[in-house]
């Protein structure tokens, strides 16, 4: 990996980098389709790449089960098997913990799970974590961490960051002797739940372990946690990660918490979010989310976006056909995921282009204006950007709501 500092906000923590891999360049702040299964739903991998998208997430734990890693290392890994040409990041399957957990159980050796689809059960370790994802290819490859939800509290959260800086030193070893630093590079996972000491403690020893990984994630939250604890613990992760590494915030994808992020000092985010909510019927615009299957669309001749870039409003369809579509014809998931994937990747372009010219407050400022109206802001938003010295009330009499906001109310 190549990674480097393009320019910095004069006023927040975000930044612009470029981080160059072996399958090329991917700038920095961006967002990650989620590719689980080795596909983003609805779209080929040429598809994906017009759209502009250099980086996308394949999970490791599902790939090991479906085609498996014989079938894998056969065709040289998973960019051969999917027709994918740019980078990929791979889940270590740590999250499969808590989204499967009714099929896991956790020791010190690893989980042992029961196979979704035969109910054999199968151990996944560190060290097999890691083996896999080195079939697998992916450019930049996860630790397996010990996650639990971010609801959880007591002893157990305790435990799980704990064992999760001992299983990331049993990754690093097993890495490190399979010699592929080089071309796969390991990144660590900060865990603590909603603990700022539990949280202190594990970036202090992940961040020692600093030569051995070459960035850095922030798991355990995007959960169901209180927004106003999410935020506070993605800034006293970014506070204290090294400015010379890239840091990912895993599961993060409503336009808003990613700007909250990137102003936070968040370079990566990924989700489900922008892909699933397509299947939804649901298309996100920059005046917030537009819900097709509503009767109201059933003749409007209108595109979803008239600035929007996508093949999906490019091409002039209208919502009317959309309305027609969605959650019935396969083509209507596939026009809204387009769609959909191309505003998050202009949320994002749009933050790096605003960094770089010195306009990066303006940029939020403007963005949820827009896309709140006169709904009124979350509160959460407007408490973490003020930490980083940025006003959404400035200059205007804006109603603050608490929680997330109606936003997803309304459609």
């Known amino acids: 990996m190549e990674f480097e500092v393009i320019a910095q906000c004069h006023t927040t923590n975000a930044r612009v980098c470029r981080m160059k891999l072996a399958h090329g360049i ?46 894998l290392d056969g065709v040289g890994g998973a960019h051969a098997f999917q027709g994918w040409h740019r980078n990929i990041l791979t889940d270590s399957g740590g999250f499969q913990f808590v989204s499967l957990d009714k099929f896991a159980s956790i020791t010190e050796e690893g989980a042992l799970f029961s196979c979704p689809f035969t109910g054999h059960p199968t151990m996944l370790t560190p060290e097999e974590s890691i083996s896999i994802q080195h079939s697998i290819g992916a450019d930049i490859i996860m630790q397996l961490d010990d996650v639990v939800s971010s609801l959880t509290v007591g002893p157990r959260v305790d435990e799980a960051m704990e064992r999760s800086i001992r299983w990331l030193d049993r990754c690093i070893e097993q890495h490190e002797r399979s010699g592929r630093q080089d071309r796969q590079n390991l990144f660590a996972i900060i865990q603590g739940g909603l603990d700022p000491t539990l949280r202190d403690k594990c970036l202090d020893a992940m961040v020692e372990r600093g030569d051995h990984v070459a960035g850095y994630a922030i798991g355990g939250l995007s959960g169901g946690e209180e927004k106003d604890l999410f935020w506070r613990i993605i800034k006293q992760c970014a506070d204290k990660l090294p400015i010379d590494r890239p840091r990912y915030s895993m599961g993060v994808g409503f336009a808003e918490d990613l700007l909250v992020c990137v102003a936070l000092g968040i370079d990566m985010a990924d989700c489900v979010f922008p892909t699933r909510t397509a299947r939804f019927g649901v298309a996100l615009t920059f005046k917030g989310p537009l819900n ?91 408490n973490a950007l003020r930490s980083v010295g940025v006003d959404l009330l400035q200059g205007g009499n804006v109603l603050v709501i608490p929680g997330r906001g109606a936003k997803w109310d309304v459609a």
């Open 292 to 382: 097709l299957r509503l009767k109201k669309h059933a003749k409007s001749m209108d595109r979803i976006d008239d600035n929007c870039p996508c093949p999906t409003c490019s091409t002039g369809t209208p919502r009317a056909m959309l309305h027609h579509i969605v959650t019935i014809e396969t083509a209507g998931a596939h026009a809204l995921t387009q769609h959909n994937l191309v505003f998050q990747a202009q949320v994002m372009g749009g933050a790096r282009d605003a960094i770089v010219e010195g306009r990066f407050p303006e940029y939020l400022r403007t963005f949820f204006k827009n896309y709140f109206g006169d709904q009124g802001y979350p509160e959460w938003c407007v």
């Open 26 to 71: 991917t700038m920095l702040p961006t967002f990650m389709p989620v590719a689980t299964q080795a596909a983003i739903k609805g779209l080929t991998p040429q598809q994906v790449e017009s759209l502009g998208i250099t980086l996308i997430l394949n999970n490791a734990y599902h790939l090991n089960l479906r085609p498996g890693t014989k079938v």
